[in-house]
Antibody
Framework: EVTLLESGGGLVQPGGSLRLSCAVS????????MNWVRQPPGKGLEWVSV????????YYADSVKGRLTVSRDNSRNLLFLQIDSLRAEDTAVYYC???????????????WGQGTLVTVSS | EIILTQSPGTLSLSPGDRATLSCRAS???????FAWYQQKPGQRPRLLVY???RRATDTPDRFSGSRSGPDVSLTISALEPEDCAVYFC?????????FGQGTKVEIK
């Protein structure tokens, strides 16, 4: 069974930083690109970032470029999202998600974690 | 960036009705790929359809997807009470991937 479990969310002051983690099991992590998607409370989904299976290629939404860094540790089946210079508009549930197909950067997202809430407020 | 515009914002129908949800991409490209997700309150999104028309594992066959150029649609042939949810379209062919703003399906 595929499972993804995010952690690291919490209440942070504006300008602060957070590092989110996503622990995965049930599939060969090193064969899949991975995504982060966020959802502000009561609002829609916003794609944030994708990292290829090796970690060598990363892409970001324009709204977060320069403040977010995605990385992975294939030896420990872990995905990370470093968020710096946090703003109120970064308040959201952050999901990690796995694409349908191995080896390819692009793909629909067939498995999602339960999400971790990041709240940016003073 | 490809902007996805979903319509209608809310769909209120009765059990057994046919529901058609639309999603229009701001421009058409052969590199675009589209998916649909269902999200119920307090739950994570669930993939229903990918590559415009392929059902994901465990998606009931009353859900079907189609595409014509920049227009993508999700059809629910006969609504069930458990189909009450918000539905999001998603393009993942060109970075940045993007989502539509969602269509809420209400069951009368």
């Amino acid at each position: 069974e595929v499972t993804l479990l995010e952690s690291g969310g919490g209440l942070v002051q504006p300008g602060g930083s957070l590092r989110l983690s996503c622990a995965v099991s049930g599939f060969t992590f090193s064969e899949y690109a991975m995504n982060w998607v966020r959802q502000p409370p009561g609002k829609g989904l916003e794609w944030v970032s994708v990292i290829d299976k090796s970690g060598g290629r990363t892409y970001y939404a324009d709204s977060v470029k320069g403040r977010l860094t995605v990385s992975r540790d294939n030896s420990r089946n872990l995905l990370f999202l470093q968020i710096d210079s946090l703003r109120a508009e970064d308040t959201a549930v952050y999901y990690c998600a796995k694409p349908t197909e191995a080896d390819y950067l692009l793909g629909a997202l067939d498995s999602w974690g339960q999400g971790t809430l990041v709240t940016v407020s003073s | 960036e490809i902007i996805l515009t979903q319509s209608p914002g809310t769909l209120s129908l009765s059990p057994g009705d046919r529901a058609t949800l639309s999603c229009r991409a701001s421009y058409n490209t052969g590199s675009s790929h589209f998916a649909w997700y269902q999200q119920k309150p307090g739950q994570r999104p669930r993939l229903l359809v990918y590559d415009s028309s392929r059902r994901a594992t465990d998606t009931p066959d009353r859900f079907s997807g189609s595409r014509s150029g920049p227009d993508v649609s999700l059809t629910i042939s006969a609504l069930e009470p458990e189909d009450c949810a918000v539905y999001f379209c998603h393009q993942y062919g060109l970075t940045p991937w993007t989502f539509g703003q969602g269509t809420k399906v209400e069951i009368k």
